[in-house]
């Protein structure tokens, strides 16, 4: 059973920073998985943020919601099978709650985290 678990939300004030961190676990390795984060605003439909895709071996490519770009980075730690998501400059349009989201590159195989809650105050 592949388990998702997120931290690191929270409230700030627009311009500061927060670093969202999600730990998976039940497989021996996400190694070929595509790992990313995805947020739902209040009355909004979820929406892709970023993600960090294989691209094969031990390549890996990042990419970003336009959005985001420039002020947010991603990063992953194989070895701890876990995706970071570093945000800054934050601004009031970034509150939602951010959801982890792994999925095996190349099927519709996915998995979600329970979410946890960003907001930014003006």
């Known amino acids: 059973q592949v388990q998702l678990v997120e931290s690191g939300g929270g409230l700030v004030q627009a311009g500061g920073s927060l670093r969202l961190s999600c730990a998976a676990s039940?497989?021996?390795?996400?190694?070929?998985?595509?790992m990313g984060w995805y947020r739902q605003a209040p009355g909004k439909e979820r929406e892709f943020v970023a993600a960090?895709?294989?691209?094969?071996?031990?390549?890996?490519?990042?990419d970003y919601a336009d959005s985001v770009k420039g002020r947010f980075t991603i990063s992953r730690d194989s070895a701890k099978n876990a995706v970071n998501l570093q945000m800054n400059s934050l601004k009031p349009e970034d509150t939602a709650i951010y959801y982890c989201?792994?999925?095996?590159?190349?099927?519709?195989?996915?998995?979600w985290g329970q979410g946890t809650q960003v907001t930014v105050s003006s």
């Open positions: 989201n792994v999925r095996r590159t190349g099927t519709l195989v996915e998995y």
């Open positions: 960090i895709r294989w691209s094969g071996g031990s390549t890996y490519s990042a």
């Open positions: 039940g497989r021996s390795s996400f190694s070929s998985y595509d």
